[in-house]
């Protein structure tokens, strides 16, 4: 069982993502091309790191999972800006494959939330400028880019944890994204689930460093990330 | 030598090594039976045959680690083996259909090349399969595998669905080397792109889909979208919905349903349950 906090910890929804969507839809200042806000004062726990100021992720196991937090924070955001504003002649197949993927993030989010407990970083703060929500190729395009850079994440993590039944969850959760992956490439192209942008001639998927992965979501993440406190190996 | 000194601090050093002894009654019994009349200068050989017992994991690290490779190799061979006749068979609609089990049948061999290649570099010597060791009608369980192209997509399915199940069972006898992990990693997500791919392509087919069932690239609950119950082994335990003590449905104020939380999780095999699933297979 894993077991970082005990469930005084339960999630709140004061700091949580959603929450913070669904005020800013509320307040009716939605722009596809804005940041989100949240509360980032609820943050207590988070250490500000001595390396680029940004959210340190901390250290050991902690660090591994709130670095996954984080990349189920940025997919989940996306997901639900998606669902909440459909791109021009969405199907109904896609629309419903979309809102399963959006479930599926927020599941993940809120499941490191709860399990990390006030040792999670605080909620992030997005920035989807570069995305047009309301063009099938951009929403598609993010997906592939989010689901592959994922899989990647997750197995190039695997070896910096010690704890094996973090290493389970951890696969439970990637193999999920790499069905993700396998559909919007689909959906893009027919037949490219694994085509050889993704999976090399051995035929292994990618792996990436979380310096790599977060070079890369940090063009979507307004809140600055600090990894430096992870495990290397 | 104050044996009693020594114990207490093991005791101190590792709390648990009265668990690995059963007792710590146990301990004391079964060392005084090996010890009760030795000459005190035995004693350390005594107490070292005793840790050998605690400490000794059964499968040491490396052979766990080339026991494990293999059995991975042993699973891409069935694989591998299954898509050279899926491919050859002559019943896949060619375009994209045919393209694509081409390149997963590629993907497998190469699975197995590298496996091959990892368990020689380590010192071990790979299992090896010829496609005489196979029958994929799993002793007659699915007579027309290959041609009926319902029941190939069907078998495809499930022995991706069960692969990407299985190498999460074996991740954890992997994590001592983070070579052999990552790459078992590596794997893995490409079994779970195949996955999702033939689900797709059995959902368009709508062959042997059962009535009112959705197939979606994920598992949704414990359903194989298969019409038969002979694949059900390989669906069991998908519809947990609780991770880590922590229950997915409705978490955190949201609207999860059980069925999105199942399939948000993908559940592993152990060695024993995915060797009960594949056996038949085997000629």
């Given at each position: 069982m894993l077991n970082i906090e005990s469930k005084e910890n339960q999630p709140d929804l004061e700091t949580g993502m959603a929450k913070s969507f669904s005020r800013r839809k509320f307040l009716g200042v939605m722009g596809a091309g804005s940041a989100l806000v949240v509360v980032a004062a609820s943050c207590k726990k988070t250490h500000i790191g001595n390396n680029n100021g940004g959210v340190d992720l901390g250290s050991g196991d902690i660090g591994v999972l709130n670095y996954a937090y984080a990349l189920e924070q940025l997919e989940a955001a996306f997901y639900m800006q998606v669902i909440s504003t459909p791109y021009s002649q969405i199907s109904d197949m896609e629309k419903a494959y979309l809102t399963d993927i959006r479930d599926h993030e927020i599941a993940h989010r809120e499941f490191f939330k709860a399990a990390l407990g006030s040792k999670a970083i605080q909620a992030l703060e997005v920035n989807f400028s570069a995305i047009d929500f309301t063009s099938r190729t951009s929403v598609l395009g993010t997906a592939k880019a989010?689901?592959?850079?994922?899989?990647?994440?997750?197995?190039?993590?695997?070896?910096?944890?010690?704890?094996p039944d973090y290493l389970t969850i951890a696969g439970k959760i990637v193999s999920v994204e790499a069905r993700h992956a396998a559909w919007v490439r689909d959906a893009i192209t027919p037949g490219s689930f694994a085509d050889m942008s993704a999976v090399n001639a051995m035929g292994?998927?990618?792996?990436?460093?979380?310096?790599?992965?977060?070079?890369?979501a940090g063009a979507f993440l307004k809140t600055k990330i600090n990894a430096s406190n992870l495990p290397t190996s | 030598m104050n044996l009693q000194n020594i114990l207490t601090e093991i005791e101190n050093t590792d709390p648990e090594v009265y668990d690995r002894l059963d007792t710590r009654r146990n301990a004391m019994k079964s060392f005084a039976k090996t010890s009760g009349k030795i000459a005190l200068?035995?004693?350390?050989?005594a107490l070292g045959s005793m840790f050998q017992k605690a400490y000794a994991s059964p499968t040491a690290p490396k052979d766990l680690i080339l026991d494990t490779l293999n059995f991975a190799l042993t699973l891409e061979y069935?694989?591998?083996?299954?898509?050279?006749?899926?491919?050859a068979s002559g019943i896949i609609p060619s375009g994209d259909s045919l393209n694509s089990l081409t390149v997963?049948?590629?993907?497998?061999?190469?699975?197995v090349n590298f496996l091959k290649t990892a368990i020689t570099a380590a010192g071990g010597t790979p299992v090896s399969f010829t496609a005489s060791s196979f029958d994929f009608t799993a002793k007659g369980t699915f007579p027309n595998v290959f041609s009926d192209y319902g029941t190939l997509l069907a078998v495809a399915q499930t022995f991706e669905d069960t692969g990407v199940r299985a190498y999460k069972g074996q991740a954890p006898n992997?994590?001592?080397?983070?070579?052999?992990?990552?790459?078992?990693?590596?794997?893995?997500s490409v079994e779970a792109r195949h996955a999702a791919h033939l689900r797709e392509m059995r959902k368009m087919a709508n062959l042997l889909v059962p009535?009112?069932?959705?197939?979606k690239p994920w598992?949704?609950?414990n359903q194989s979208g298969i019409g038969t119950s002979a694949v059900q082994a390989s669906y069991n335990g998908e519809e947990n919905v609780t991770q880590a003590g922590v229950l997915i449905t409705n978490i955190g104020g949201q609207n999860i349903s059980a069925a999105a939380a199942s399939e948000a999780f993908d559940e592993p095999l152990s060695k024993e349950q995915v060797t009960a699933i594949v056996t038949p297979f085997f000629a």
């Open positions: 989010f689901e592959d850079l994922g899989v990647s994440a997750y197995n190039g993590a695997g070896k910096l944890l010690v704890n292994l998927d990618m792996e990436r460093k979380p310096d790599d992965v977060l070079a890369i | 200068a035995a004693i350390p050989f069935l694989e591998a083996n299954f898509y050279i006749k899926a491919v997963i049948r590629d993907h497998e061999n190469e699975h992997l994590i001592s080397n983070n070579d052999y992990l990552t790459a078992a990693l590596q794997i893995h009535s009112g069932v959705d197939v598992i949704t609950l």
